[in-house]
């Protein structure tokens, strides 16, 4: 499924807000699309990015593949866009944690040119909560005094990692998570021939996160998840051969995509017991609370290499077990 679909389902208060500020003749120079990871932030910039270059011709989020500034728009090559995000790492092939300066410092070289089609220039910085100090530092220079006709698109997940001066010069474009009906849709285009409860699982499980819908689909956890809440439903007791065959299967995984999703699954498992526990207990619930700390440290010491997956699987399940 490619990032910048056609139609963009959800997010139509969004939409038609950053709409109406176009058509007064007003547009906010800089805009902050803030939301959860996978909610379709980089994707709505995009379509936005689109809308702005092409003059507010035509709707946001329901392009015209035929348009010309589209096409440009979607192979990210149009003269008047740059997209910046987390450059890959060359040994890993990965992207890394940060935005690096020089990044950052493409942004004024690119705004001392003159449009290409004497209209907007549009900058997207994916997400901008990672770039480093001297980064921000870069942008807020640029939020502070535009050029005209200049469009600042940041996409970030966590708004507090940014500078508060660069929070307090953009308009925030907050996105909600999608409800059930646009995540069905959604999903159905992505995979038209998934069956209706491995639909209804993937809605369950994101959150309203299309983007963490996909991760789970594509990296086919579904399976092993269902497994790993058959060993927890049968906890206190645990088939520890059971346990060992899925963590062989999760380790065997050449990308580490499906220990980084099916992880992700069982901490936000055990976070909602703290949360079921904390209210029947009015605030108190110290041991699930550990329990959720414990293995979440356990999980991470493994994404950071630092302790092999399968180990570090079987000791979070044992943990969860001697916790009963």
Known sequence: MSEHTHHLVGHDAAMAEVEAAFASGRMHHAWL?????GIGKATLAKHIAQFVLAKGQGKIGKADPTQQVYKLVEAETHPDLLIIRRPLDEKTGEQKNIIPVEQALKVAAFLRKTATHGGWRVVLIDEAHRLNRHG???ILKIVEEPPPQVLILLTVTTPGALLPTIRSRTRTLDLLPLDTPHMRTTLHRAAPTLPPEDINALIDLSGGSIGFALKILQSEVLPLYREMLAILDAMPVMDVARVHKLADQIARKADAESFEVL???LVERLRLTVHKEAVQAEG???LALQLWDKTRATLESAEHGN????????????DIRAAF
Request: net charge neutral.
């Open 263 to 265: 992880t992700a699954l």
């Open 33 to 37: 699309v803030t939301g959860i990871e």
């Open 136 to 138: 921000q530092n870069a």
């Open 284 to 286: 108190h619930a110290p």
């Open 307 to 318: 302790l092999d997956k399968k180990l570090a699987f079987i000791t979070a399940m044992s």
